[in-house]
C-alpha cells in the first residue's frame, strides 16, 4: 500500500471519529432536558436563607503589608497560611488571630501556597518557576528566616498552583505557566510524573488552578486559560481522561464538591459551573445579571461541606453565596459589616465547614463563622 493510500484511509477514518464524535455529543445534549435549578423548582425546593448572625465576620487577620494572593487552612481547623506581594509566608492561628510564623520567601513573587496534610509543611511557588517548601519544625538562621527545606524546579513557567496530595506529605502537584502540572516526590525532589506539555490533551494555554479528588487522590483537575477544565488520573499522564468545555474565558479557579463525583470552576467570564466528572456534563450555571460595571471575574471559589453551598470571590469585591440547588445568590459577604475594600484573590473553608478565610488585595485576611442556628452547611 502507497503512502498516498495510507494517508487517504488515514483522513477518511478521522473524518468518521469526528462526525461519530459529534452524533454522540449531539444525541448527549438531546438528553440534557433541564438543569439542577430547573429540576430543583419543578420539586418545590426552596432557597437557603440566611439571618443577620448566620455568618458574620469574626476575625481580621493583619500583618501583610502587600496584597494577599493565597490562602490554605491545615486539616486540623486553627492554623491559616497566607502569602503575600510582600515577599513572606505567615501562619497564623486562626483561633487568637496570632502569628505563629512569619516567612521571608526566596522570590517575592509568590502567588499560591499550601499546608501540608499533617501541617508540619508549607509549600510555595510564584514567577521563580520553583515550589518552595518549608519545614515549620526546622530551626531558624541567625536573621530569624526559616530555611528552605526543598526546591521542586523543573517547571519552565510561572508557578500558579500547589497542592499536597492528602494523607502525603510526601507527594505535590503543582499546575504551571508552562501549560503542564507536576506531581513531585518531595522527598528526592524529582518529577514524578508531567500532565499535559508536548501531549495533545493537555491544556493549550497557561495552567492557573488545581483540585485534588479527596474522595480519590489519583484524580485531579485543572483549570486553564484555554477556557477548559481537564481531569486527570495520576496513574495516566499521557493523555487528560476528560475536558470540560463552556467557559469563555480563562478558568481561574476549580475545586472538588464534597463527594468527588462533581467538581466547581470559576471563570473570567463572570460564571460558576458545576461539571459531573462522570458523564462530562456541565450540571449548572452561576452567574449574575450583567451590572451597568460590566461583569465581575471570578477568581476563587470553595464549597460548603455539604456542597449546598458555593462561596466565589470576586475582582469587585464581592463574595457570592450561592445556593448550588437553586442557583440563586443568598448572601453576599461584600455588603456586610466589616467586608473587604478590594478584590478577593483567594478563599477557603476549614475542613469542618465551620468557617470560611477570605483574602484580599487590601492587604488582610478575615474569617467568617457560621452563628446564630446555622452552625455548618
Known amino acids: 500500500m502507497s503512502v498516498a493510500e495510507l494517508k ?27 438543569d439542577i435549578s430547573g429540576y430543583a423548582k419543578s ?3 426552596t432557597p437557603v436563607t440566611f439571618g443577620p ?3 458574620v465576620c469574626c476575625r481580621t487577620l493583619q500583618g501583610h503589608t502587600g496584597k494577599v494572593y493565597s490562602l ?7 492554623r491559616i497560611v497566607s502569602a503575600s506581594q510582600d515577599g513572606r509566608l505567615i501562619v497564623w492561628n486562626a483561633l487568637t488571630s496570632q502569628k505563629t510564623h512569619a516567612i521571608k520567601l526566596p522570590c517575592a513573587w509568590v502567588m499560591t501556597c499550601a499546608f501540608s496534610p499533617t501541617g508540619q509543611s ?4 510564584g514567577l521563580d518557576s520553583v515550589c518552595s517548601i518549608f519545614n515549620l519544625n526546622s530551626a531558624a538562621d541567625r536573621d530569624g528566616n526559616l530555611p528552605v527545606s526543598r526546591m521542586l524546579t523543573g517547571h519552565k ?12 506529605d510526601t507527594h505535590l502537584i503543582t499546575a504551571s505557566g508552562d501549560q503542564t502540572c507536576v506531581l513531585w516526590d518531595i522527598t528526592t525532589g524529582l518529577r514524578t510524573s508531567v500532565f499535559g506539555g508536548e501531549f495533545q490533551s493537555g491544556h493549550t ?15 485531579f483537575v485543572s483549570g486553564s486559560c484555554d477556557s477548559t477544565a481537564r481531569l486527570w488520573d495520576t496513574r495516566v499522564a499521557s493523555r487528560a481522561v476528560r475536558t470540560f468545555h463552556g467557559h469563555e474565558r480563562d478558568v481561574s479557579a476549580v475545586k472538588f464538591f464534597p463527594d468527588g463525583n462533581r467538581f466547581g470552576t470559576g471563570s473570567d467570564d463572570g460564571t460558576c459551573r458545576l461539571f459531573d466528572i462522570r458523564t462530562g456534563h456541565q450540571l449548572q450555571v452561576y452567574q449574575q445579571q450583567h451590572s451597568e460595571n460590566g461583569t465581575a471575574n ?14 466565589a470571590g470576586y475582582t469587585n469585591g464581592d463574595c457570592y453565596v450561592w445556593d448550588t440547588l437553586l442557583a440563586k445568590v443568598v448572601l453576599n459577604l461584600g455588603s456586610l459589616q466589616n467586608s473587604h475594600v478590594g478584590r478577593i484573590s483567594c478563599l477557603g473553608l476549614s475542613a469542618d465547614g465551620s468557617a470560611l478565610c477570605t483574602g484580599s488585595y487590601d492587604t488582610n485576611l478575615k474569617i467568617w463563622a457560621f452563628g446564630g442556628h446555622r452552625k455548618v452547611i
Open 205 to 219: 494555554s497557561d495552567v492557573l488552578s488545581i483540585s485534588i479528588n479527596g474522595s480519590n487522590s489519583r484524580m
Open 8 to 34: 487517504e484511509r488515514h483522513l477518511a477514518a478521522t473524518q468518521t471519529v469526528n462526525n461519530l464524535r459529534d452524533r454522540l455529543k449531539q444525541k448527549r445534549l438531546s438528553l440534557l432536558d433541564t
Open 157 to 168: 513557567g510561572y508557578v500558579s498552583s500547589c497542592q499536597y496530595v492528602p494523607d502525603e
Open 122 to 125: 508549607v509549600a510555595c511557588g
Open 298 to 311: 471570578v477568581t476563587s471559589i470553595a464549597f460548603s461541606i455539604s456542597g449546598r453551598l458555593l462561596f
Open 53 to 55: 448572625t448566620d455568618l
Open 72 to 78: 490554605d487552612w491545615t486539616w486540623e481547623k486553627n
Open 43 to 45: 420539586q418545590g425546593r
